[in-house]
Protein backbone atom coordinates (compact mmCIF):
# COMPACT_ATOMS: atom_id res chain seq x y z
CA UNK A 1 0.00 0.00 0.00
CA UNK A 2 1.54 3.44 -0.90
CA UNK A 3 0.65 7.18 -0.24
CA UNK A 4 1.30 7.95 -4.13
CA UNK A 5 -0.52 6.28 -6.69
CA UNK A 6 0.45 6.57 -10.45
CA UNK A 7 -1.44 6.05 -13.41
CA UNK A 8 -1.36 4.37 -15.77
CA UNK A 9 0.65 1.45 -14.24
CA UNK A 10 2.00 0.66 -18.18
CA UNK A 11 1.68 2.38 -21.13
CA UNK A 12 2.77 2.18 -24.63
CA UNK A 13 2.79 4.93 -27.16
CA UNK A 14 3.67 5.48 -30.46
CA UNK A 15 6.16 8.35 -31.14
CA UNK A 16 3.64 10.58 -32.45
CA UNK A 17 1.45 10.04 -29.60
CA UNK A 18 0.32 12.14 -26.83
CA UNK A 19 -0.07 10.87 -23.85
CA UNK A 20 0.18 11.86 -19.47
CA UNK A 21 1.34 10.04 -16.76
CA UNK A 22 -0.79 11.13 -13.51
CA UNK A 23 0.58 11.03 -9.86
CA UNK A 24 -1.80 11.91 -6.58
CA UNK A 25 -0.07 11.30 -3.10
CA UNK A 26 -2.35 11.33 -0.15
CA UNK A 27 0.57 11.86 2.49
CA UNK A 28 -0.40 15.87 2.77
CA UNK A 29 2.87 16.50 1.33
CA UNK A 30 3.97 19.90 -0.64
CA UNK A 31 7.08 18.96 -2.67
CA UNK A 32 6.14 16.08 -5.47
CA UNK A 33 8.83 14.77 -7.90
CA UNK A 34 9.73 12.92 -11.00
CA UNK A 35 12.63 10.56 -11.87
CA UNK A 36 13.31 8.63 -14.47
CA UNK A 37 14.66 5.17 -14.53
CA UNK A 38 16.37 3.18 -17.30
CA UNK A 39 17.16 -0.49 -17.15
CA UNK A 40 19.49 -1.00 -15.19
CA UNK A 41 20.77 2.37 -14.24
CA UNK A 42 19.70 4.73 -11.31
CA UNK A 43 17.55 7.51 -10.74
CA UNK A 44 17.55 10.45 -12.64
CA UNK A 45 15.90 13.42 -11.13
CA UNK A 46 13.96 15.54 -13.41
CA UNK A 47 11.79 17.65 -12.48
CA UNK A 48 10.54 19.11 -8.42
CA UNK A 49 7.48 21.18 -7.39
CA UNK A 50 7.60 22.45 -4.11
CA UNK A 51 4.66 24.30 -3.27
CA UNK A 52 3.22 24.14 -6.61
CA UNK A 53 5.74 26.34 -7.72
CA UNK A 54 8.61 23.95 -10.11
CA UNK A 55 11.97 24.59 -8.09
CA UNK A 56 14.03 22.38 -10.50
CA UNK A 57 14.57 21.15 -14.20
CA UNK A 58 17.16 19.16 -14.83
CA UNK A 59 17.97 19.46 -18.35
CA UNK A 60 14.88 17.45 -19.42
CA UNK A 61 14.25 17.81 -23.00
CA UNK A 62 10.55 19.77 -24.08
CA UNK A 63 8.82 16.65 -24.89
CA UNK A 64 8.78 16.23 -20.98
CA UNK A 65 6.01 18.85 -19.80
CA UNK A 66 5.31 18.51 -16.19
CA UNK A 67 1.96 19.80 -14.48
CA UNK A 68 1.13 20.27 -11.14
CA UNK A 69 -2.05 21.66 -10.29
CA UNK A 70 -2.30 21.84 -6.61
CA UNK A 71 -0.19 20.01 -4.29
CA UNK A 72 -1.94 16.30 -4.18
CA UNK A 73 -1.37 16.10 -7.97
CA UNK A 74 1.67 16.16 -10.73
CA UNK A 75 1.43 15.04 -13.90
CA UNK A 76 3.92 14.40 -17.19
CA UNK A 77 2.68 14.95 -20.54
CA UNK A 78 4.29 13.40 -23.30
CA UNK A 79 4.72 14.26 -26.95
CA UNK A 80 6.93 12.92 -29.69
CA UNK A 81 8.26 10.83 -27.57
CA UNK A 82 12.04 8.60 -28.70
CA UNK A 83 12.58 4.92 -28.26
CA UNK A 84 14.95 5.94 -25.75
CA UNK A 85 12.52 7.69 -23.13
CA UNK A 86 11.25 4.00 -22.88
CA UNK A 87 11.87 3.80 -19.13
CA UNK A 88 10.32 3.41 -15.40
CA UNK A 89 8.69 6.77 -14.42
CA UNK A 90 8.52 7.05 -10.75
CA UNK A 91 6.64 9.89 -9.08
CA UNK A 92 7.64 11.05 -5.28
CA UNK A 93 6.68 13.33 -2.71
CA UNK A 94 8.29 14.38 0.82
CA UNK A 95 6.64 17.42 3.30
CA UNK A 96 8.64 19.87 1.70
CA UNK A 97 12.27 20.13 -1.04
CA UNK A 98 14.31 20.65 1.97
CA UNK A 99 14.73 20.56 5.71
CA UNK A 100 15.26 17.99 8.14
CA UNK A 101 13.14 14.99 8.75
CA UNK A 102 12.12 15.00 5.57
CA UNK A 103 11.50 11.57 4.03
CA UNK A 104 10.82 10.66 0.42
CA UNK A 105 7.87 8.35 -0.85
CA UNK A 106 7.49 6.99 -4.41
CA UNK A 107 4.70 5.58 -6.53
CA UNK A 108 4.85 2.33 -7.85
CA UNK A 109 5.92 4.14 -10.94
CA UNK A 110 4.44 4.12 -14.79
CA UNK A 111 6.53 1.62 -16.93
CA UNK A 112 6.44 3.81 -20.58
CA UNK A 113 7.41 1.84 -23.65
CA UNK A 114 7.90 4.04 -26.96
CA UNK A 115 7.42 2.26 -30.13
CA UNK B 1 32.96 13.48 -8.45
CA UNK B 2 29.45 12.35 -7.94
CA UNK B 3 27.85 13.75 -4.30
CA UNK B 4 26.81 10.63 -3.67
CA UNK B 5 29.11 7.72 -4.17
CA UNK B 6 28.57 4.08 -3.54
CA UNK B 7 30.07 1.04 -4.66
CA UNK B 8 27.68 -0.78 -6.89
CA UNK B 9 28.74 -3.85 -6.77
CA UNK B 10 27.92 -6.56 -7.23
CA UNK B 11 28.06 -8.34 -3.80
CA UNK B 12 27.55 -12.03 -4.04
CA UNK B 13 27.09 -13.53 -0.23
CA UNK B 14 26.10 -16.83 1.05
CA UNK B 15 22.61 -17.06 3.38
CA UNK B 16 23.85 -16.01 7.01
CA UNK B 17 26.72 -13.89 5.88
CA UNK B 18 27.15 -10.32 7.45
CA UNK B 19 27.41 -7.84 4.72
CA UNK B 20 28.51 -4.19 4.42
CA UNK B 21 27.99 -1.29 2.43
CA UNK B 22 29.28 2.10 2.52
CA UNK B 23 28.49 5.62 0.70
CA UNK B 24 30.49 8.79 0.62
CA UNK B 25 29.09 12.39 0.03
CA UNK B 26 30.44 15.26 -0.61
CA UNK B 27 28.28 17.92 0.26
CA UNK B 28 28.98 19.20 4.07
CA UNK B 29 25.55 20.81 4.48
CA UNK B 30 24.16 17.61 4.26
CA UNK B 31 21.29 17.10 6.99
CA UNK B 32 19.23 14.00 6.68
CA UNK B 33 20.79 10.38 5.43
CA UNK B 34 18.62 7.18 4.55
CA UNK B 35 19.15 3.71 3.18
CA UNK B 36 16.73 2.56 0.38
CA UNK B 37 16.30 -0.78 -1.04
CA UNK B 38 14.90 -0.94 -4.19
CA UNK B 39 13.55 -4.65 -5.81
CA UNK B 40 14.04 -5.42 -9.83
CA UNK B 41 11.56 -3.77 -11.34
CA UNK B 42 10.02 -1.91 -8.69
CA UNK B 43 10.32 1.40 -6.46
CA UNK B 44 12.79 2.39 -3.47
CA UNK B 45 11.35 1.93 -0.55
CA UNK B 46 12.47 3.21 2.41
CA UNK B 47 14.33 0.91 5.04
CA UNK B 48 15.61 3.30 7.54
CA UNK B 49 16.76 6.95 7.93
CA UNK B 50 20.06 6.80 9.89
CA UNK B 51 21.32 9.56 13.13
CA UNK B 52 24.17 10.57 13.96
CA UNK B 53 24.34 8.08 16.89
CA UNK B 54 23.74 4.87 14.48
CA UNK B 55 20.36 2.71 14.62
CA UNK B 56 19.55 -0.49 14.44
CA UNK B 57 16.56 -2.23 13.34
CA UNK B 58 16.36 -5.95 13.48
CA UNK B 59 19.21 -7.30 11.42
CA UNK B 60 19.98 -4.06 10.08
CA UNK B 61 22.40 -1.15 11.55
CA UNK B 62 23.11 2.13 10.22
CA UNK B 63 26.05 4.57 11.06
CA UNK B 64 26.57 8.11 9.81
CA UNK B 65 30.19 9.35 10.32
CA UNK B 66 29.82 13.15 9.34
CA UNK B 67 33.68 13.81 10.38
CA UNK B 68 34.45 11.58 7.33
CA UNK B 69 31.33 11.85 5.41
CA UNK B 70 30.87 8.53 4.95
CA UNK B 71 27.48 6.20 5.80
CA UNK B 72 27.42 2.86 6.03
CA UNK B 73 24.67 -0.09 6.61
CA UNK B 74 25.39 -3.41 8.16
CA UNK B 75 22.95 -6.54 7.34
CA UNK B 76 23.73 -9.36 9.79
CA UNK B 77 22.33 -12.72 8.93
CA UNK B 78 21.76 -12.12 5.47
CA UNK B 79 18.50 -13.99 3.90
CA UNK B 80 17.55 -14.48 0.31
CA UNK B 81 14.67 -11.97 0.96
CA UNK B 82 17.54 -9.45 1.28
CA UNK B 83 18.65 -9.78 -2.34
CA UNK B 84 17.88 -5.74 -4.03
CA UNK B 85 19.74 -2.71 -4.66
CA UNK B 86 20.59 -0.87 -1.82
CA UNK B 87 20.59 3.37 -2.39
CA UNK B 88 22.10 5.30 -0.47
CA UNK B 89 20.39 8.64 0.34
CA UNK B 90 21.30 12.23 1.29
CA UNK B 91 19.65 15.51 1.54
CA UNK B 92 21.69 18.29 1.33
CA UNK B 93 18.90 20.46 2.27
CA UNK B 94 18.38 21.78 -1.16
CA UNK B 95 17.67 18.36 -2.20
CA UNK B 96 17.18 14.33 -1.93
CA UNK B 97 20.36 12.83 -3.54
CA UNK B 98 20.44 9.56 -4.79
CA UNK B 99 23.39 7.79 -4.92
CA UNK B 100 23.77 5.35 -7.73
CA UNK B 101 23.12 2.01 -5.99
CA UNK B 102 24.52 -1.68 -4.37
CA UNK B 103 23.63 -4.34 -5.57
CA UNK B 104 23.20 -7.49 -3.18
CA UNK B 105 22.66 -10.82 -4.08
CA UNK B 106 22.52 -13.73 -0.90
CA UNK B 107 23.01 -16.94 -2.27
CA UNK B 108 21.70 -20.36 -1.06
Known sequence: ETGVTQTPRHLVMGMTNKKSLKCEQ?????AMYWYKQSAKKPLELMFVYNFKEQTENNSVPSRFSP?????????LHLHTLQPEDSALYLCASSQDQTGRGNTIYFGEGSWLTVV | RKEVEQ?????NVPEGATVAFNCTYSNSASQSFFWYRQDCRKE???LMS??????????FTAQLNRASQYISLLIRDSKLS???TYLCVVNNG???VFGPGTRLSVLP
Request: proline residues 11%; negative net charge.
Open chain 1, 26 to 30: HLGHN
Open chain 1, 67 to 75: ECPNSSHLF
Open chain 2, 7 to 11: DPGPF
Open chain 2, 44 to 46: PKL
Open chain 2, 50 to 59: VYSSGNEDGR
Open chain 2, 82 to 84: DSA
Open chain 2, 94 to 96: QNF
